[in-house]
């Protein structure tokens, strides 16, 4: 099962996964992967932290200021590694695997893209927020105002399905 969410910034991608990810986890469902809720200071994105969804370990994915690599304005931070490498040494046990996002900035930091070759590789059902730009095959939801209500509960039954869950 590999399902797909994507739609434009701000329309409740994450709010979505984030629903779907909880809901399973109050079933005892183990879930590996990770979101990146973006960080603002006084109204203005300062960068993203990476979150790990197994242990909820977090640290900075990139950021405004100095630094190398560069994703556009926002320098890659090293601990980004360091939850991705938690992600990565979770995903063997997990049995959902939900990512949030797969997008540009996420491909193009190595430990991060290196989590998301896994998941894809992987035969573990997958739930993932993709960038509108990212085409993967799949089942994809195209997230608006007027359907993420009935969004959330579809994916749920979806996820619950897969993993030989009652509803
Ligand atoms: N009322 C309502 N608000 C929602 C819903 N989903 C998301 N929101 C709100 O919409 C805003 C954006 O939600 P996100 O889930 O961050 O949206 P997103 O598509 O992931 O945003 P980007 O990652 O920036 O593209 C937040 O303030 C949410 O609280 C929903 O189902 N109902």
Redesign the pocket.
């Known amino acids: 099962m590999r399902v797909f969410i994507t739609?434009r910034?701000?329309?409740?991608?994450?709010?979505?996964l984030k629903y779907v990810v909880e809901e399973v986890k109050k079933r005892g469902v183990s879930v590996a992967g990770f979101y990146c809720p973006?960080v603002r200071e006084r109204g203005v994105r300062v960068g993203f932290k990476i979150v790990d969804f197994s242990t909820g370990k977090e640290g900075w994915l990139a950021k405004v200021g100095p630094g190398e690599p560069r994703v556009g304005k926002y320098a890659v931070q090293k601990e980004a590694g360091e939850v991705a490498r938690l992600v990565l040494s979770s995903l063997p046990t997990a049995q959902l695997i939900a990512i949030d996002?797969i997008g540009p900035m996420e491909l193009s930091i190595g430990a991060v893209k290196e989590v998301i070759d896994a998941a894809l590789k992987s035969e573990k059902p997958l739930v993932a927020?993709i960038h509108r730009q990212v085409k993967l095959e799949g089942k994809i939801y195209v997230?608006d105002v007027n359907n993420?209500?009935q969004v959330?509960k579809e994916v749920l039954k979806e996820v619950m399905e897969a993993l030989g869950l009652q509803g």
């Open positions: 739609g910034p701000g329309v409740g991608k994450t709010t979505t973006e996002e927020v997230l993420r209500e959330k």
